[in-house]
T-cell receptor
Framework: DAKTTQPPSMDCAEGRAANLPCNHSTISGNEYVYWYRQIHSQGPQYIIHGLKNNETNEMASLIITEDRKSSTLILPHATLRDTAVYYCIAEGGGTSYGKLTFGQGTILTVHP | DGGITQSPKYLFRKEGQNVTLSCEQNLNHDAMYWYRQDPGQGLRLIYYSQIVNDFQKGDIAEGYSVSREKKESFPLTVTSAQKNPTAFYLC??????????????FGPGTRLTVL
């Protein structure tokens, strides 16, 4: 499974875009990039995932570089409720499918 | 409503006692998972099951046991062999199969404190 590296914390002003980076330089060709978030004392919530192409849903956009060694999660208009720990996970190939390896993530604080 | 339920939300046990944490899902998912989370840390996989009557050890299975007799249920037993059982335990489920369809849905968690 590919290891991911994320900054430990980030700040964002309410209403602005939050851009959360993730490095996964050892990702293999069949591994997906997943993003989850965890609000304090709750279970994690799925946000988005992708393989090669950029993806967008109602929550966020995922930008994956052409070499797939890094990605950025974009919350287009952050609100106070987006304050959470955001986990970037690279997973999915071979016998490890179905398993998610959570690192320590990025603590995103959205302030007024 | 479809979802995953875990009970109880808070659980206290004396050292040396086994305790079983409940996890039920009505999403018709094939795969289910148990994670442990310690303060300030990410989640670590304890056990997972991709189909009924089958389960696999995760990264930290020692001191834990599971069963998967029904599709909707995946109980976790924390045994007295687990040296540091106090933690936040999270259950999840997914369709399983191809990674492209592997969004995991999490329950609200059980916070276990061993006194």
């Amino acid at each position: 499974d590919a290891k991911t590296t994320q900054p430990p914390s980030m700040d964002c002003a309410e209403g602005r875009a939050a851009n959360l980076p993730c490095n996964h330089s050892t990702i293999s060709g069949n591994e997906y990039v997943y993003w989850y978030r965890q609000i304090h004392s709750q279970g994690p919530q799925y946000i988005i995932h992708g393989l090669k192409n950029n993806e967008t849903n109602e929550m966020a956009s995922l930008i994956i570089t052409e070499d797939r060694k890094s990605s950025t999660l974009i919350l287009p208009h952050a609100t106070l409720r987006d304050t959470a720990v955001y986990y970037c996970i690279a997973e999915g190939g071979g016998t490890s499918y179905g398993k998610l390896t959570f690192g320590q993530g990025t603590i995103l604080t959205v302030h007024p | 409503d479809g979802g995953i339920t875990q009970s109880p939300k808070y659980l206290f046990r004396k050292e040396g006692q086994n305790v079983t944490l409940s996890c039920e899902q009505n999403l018709n998912h094939d795969a289910m998972y148990w994670y442990r989370q310690d303060p300030g840390q990410g989640l670590r996989l304890i056990y997972y099951s991709q189909i009924v009557n089958d389960f696999q050890k995760g990264d930290i299975a020692e001191g834990y046991s599971v069963s998967r007799e029904k599709k909707e249920s995946f109980p976790l037993t924390v045994t007295s062999a687990q040296k540091n059982p106090t933690a936040f335990y999270l259950c999840a489920s997914s369709w399983g199969g191809l990674p492209s369809y592997n969004e995991q849905f999490f329950g609200p968690g059980t916070r276990l404190t061993v006194l």
